[in-house]
């Protein structure tokens, strides 16, 4: 990674105008560990855009500068490209615009996933599957690059990998997890005030609807313990969709489950599909490209169209 962290300091030496990209669906790693990245280039003096298809969750406000984060960008723009936490090109919300543009403008795609096709048009990849987040390899580069670790940053890597280790409770944390962790906090990084705001703030309608999903956990005999919501239980619940990130998680600590899968219905006719486990034996990862998705072998996702009626609501309503 040494020879590439030169390439990227020659790179970003040569850039004025920096475009990082987050992933579709955003969460705490892209989120942060982006965030991250710009504090450490506008201290170079480059001017930064970060971008991302989709809403940020509203649980990661509490980061200083998520505000600023737009929509909509013209590639034209940039000298440079970083994607971070990001999978695949699908999952940087453009996928299309980036494959054309790659052709002649440098792209660095940081990223804990494994392998897809994003590899292929960048320039530079940092790819590390061993990270808990992508935030590690972040921590690293910023390390390498003498970046000034301030207790912004270090609050912003914090937050990254605090996201994508559950609050350090996932099988993915690694003795390098807690090391850059707690590296952050001796550079001023606010566990605190992370772990009340990710963990912690959950409204009263966002309990209502974790109930909901709880309380129709079903258990088969492959081991596979299952739930659901539909759009109107989030409408009913006065809850938002992105109020269900989390229950799958506590799905996943039932011992008797291998696999832990959750079924979100959004009101665009699709439904997402989160899974999770802790067993060395399954990668979920596997099972979710199987319908088109991805993830890590403990965490992963993906999307079908449809209703949710036309595939669970009836088959978990047959079982009552
Ligand atoms: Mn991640």
New binding site residues.
């Given amino acids: 990674m040494i020879k590439d962290f030169k390439k990227i300091s020659d790179l970003i030496s040569k850039s004025g105008k920096i475009l990082i990209l987050l992933h579709q669906y955003p969460?705490g790693?892209?989120i942060a560990s982006s965030l991250a990245l710009r504090e450490f280039l506008v201290q170079k003096d480059k001017s930064v855009l970060l971008a991302v298809k989709g809403d940020i969750p509203e649980v990661f406000q509490f980061l200083p500068g998520v505000d600023e984060i737009v929509g909509d960008f013209l590639l034209g723009d940039f000298d440079l490209i970083f994607a971070i936490?990001c999978g695949d090109a699908k999952r940087t919300g453009f996928p299309d615009r980036l494959s054309s543009v790659c052709k002649i403008k440098p792209l660095i795609n940081i990223d804990?996933h494994c392998k897809n096709d994003l590899h292929k048009i960048a320039r530079i990849n940092l790819i590390d599957e061993r990270s808990a987040?992508?935030a590690e390899i972040v921590w690293d580069m910023l390390n390498f690059l003498k970046a000034k670790i301030t207790p912004r940053i270090a609050t912003y890597i914090l937050s990254a990998i605090y996201f994508?280790t559950g609050g350090f409770q996932h099988s993915n944390l690694t003795e390098k997890t807690l090391q850059v962790a707690s590296s952050c906090l001796s550079h001023g990084g606010r566990i605190a005030l992370v772990s009340s705001s990710i963990n912690n703030a959950k409204s009263t309608c966002a309990l209502r609807l974790w109930g909901v999903a709880l309380s129709r956990i079903k258990i088969g005999r492959n081991k596979i313990a299952i739930s659901y919501l539909t759009n109107s239980d989030i409408e009913n619940s006065g809850a938002k969709a992105e109020d269900a990130s989390g229950i799958v998680n506590l799905m996943n600590n039932i011992p008797s489950a291998k696999v832990a899968i959750l079924f979100v219905e959004g009101d665009d006719g699709t439904i997402k599909a989160s899974l999770r486990t802790e067993s060395s034996s399954v990668d979920v990862a596997k099972l979710a490209r199987l319908f088109g998705g991805g993830g890590h072998k403990k965490a992963s996702g993906f999307s079908l169209d449809g209703e949710m009626a036309d595939l669970f609501k009836r088959r978990f309503a047959n079982k009552k």
């Fill in positions: 969460d790693d892209t936490d804990h987040a992508a994508d």
